[in-house]
T-cell receptor, first 109, second 116 residues
Framework: GQQVMQIPQYQHVQEGEDFTTYCNSSTTLSNIQWYKQRPGGHPVFLIQLVKSGEVKKQKRLTFQFGEAKKNSSLHITATQTTDVGTYFCAGPGAGKSTFGDGTTLTVKP | GAVVSQHPSRVICKSGTSVKIECRSLDFQATTMFWYRQFPKQSLMLMATSNEGSKATYEQGVEKDKFLINHASLTLSTLTVTSAHPEDSSFYIC????????????FGPGTRLTVL
């Protein structure tokens, strides 16, 4: 079945440093979604990418979808303490989404 | 964005009892609802997919007789953990998907189940 892998599993940065998480799928995806889960909270939808090579920005967050539509990345510029949490990518398949294992970001003030 | 509620947020029960968790889409009609289980510091494990008016589709390894799912309306799905045991203790999260936003899932706040 479809597998979605994320790296790194954990990332600890100093406030102001950049952060990137990578998502790779074993199969070509029609789209990919990104979610953020704050500690103790539930996942919140961030964005969906659909087109090959697509790049979308949300303030300090930049999302990319690979040309082959099998990988994606989330980059945060100049992290802030409010960015802490676990970032999941999810790829659709067979009417459901397969979530990656997530990358947990901690930010030291 | 769309709002999904879950009730209760926390429940503590004795081993052998059954617990029902409700998931409601408050401001949209959810054609599909998903139930996930999440262990500490781990990813979301999909348990089952439920479509309104039809039987839930369970993921491999999930016991359908233990985790009863009912999706009686376009705004309500319930998960009943029957004869709960301590190993069932976990964070259960539902999500709902609208026919208008095909892939975007709106998550409920989750239910923390502790079985003594």
């Amino acid at each position: 079945g479809q597998q979605v892998m994320q790296i790194p599993q954990y990332q600890h940065v100093q406030e102001g440093e950049d952060f990137t998480t990578y998502c790779n799928s074993s199969t070509t995806l029609s789209n990919i979604q990104w979610y953020k889960q704050r500690p103790g909270g539930h996942p919140v939808f961030l964005i969906q990418l659909v087109k090959s090579g697509e790049v979308k920005k949300q303030k300090r967050l930049t999302f990319q979808f690979g040309e082959a539509k099998k990988n994606s990345s989330l980059h945060i510029t100049a992290t802030q303490t409010t960015d802490v949490g676990t970032y999941f990518c999810a790829g659709p398949g067979a009417g459901k989404s397969t979530f990656g294992d997530g990358t947990t970001l901690t930010v030291k003030p | 964005g769309a709002v999904v509620s879950q009730h209760p947020s926390r429940v503590i029960c004795k081993s052998g009892t059954s617990v029902k968790i409700e998931c409601r889409s408050l401001d949209f009609q959810a054609t599909t609802m998903f139930w996930y289980r999440q262990f500490p510091k781990q990813s979301l494990m999909l348990m089952a997919t439920s479509n309104e008016g039809s039987k839930a589709t369970y993921e491999q390894g999930v016991e359908k007789d233990k985790f009863l799912i009912n999706h009686a309306s376009l705004t309500l799905s319930t998960l009943t953990v029957t004869s709960a045991h301590p190993e069932d203790s976990s964070f259960y999260i539902c999500s709902a998907r609208s026919s208008y936003t095909y892939n975007e899932q709106f998550f409920g706040p989750g239910t923390r189940l502790t079985v003594l």
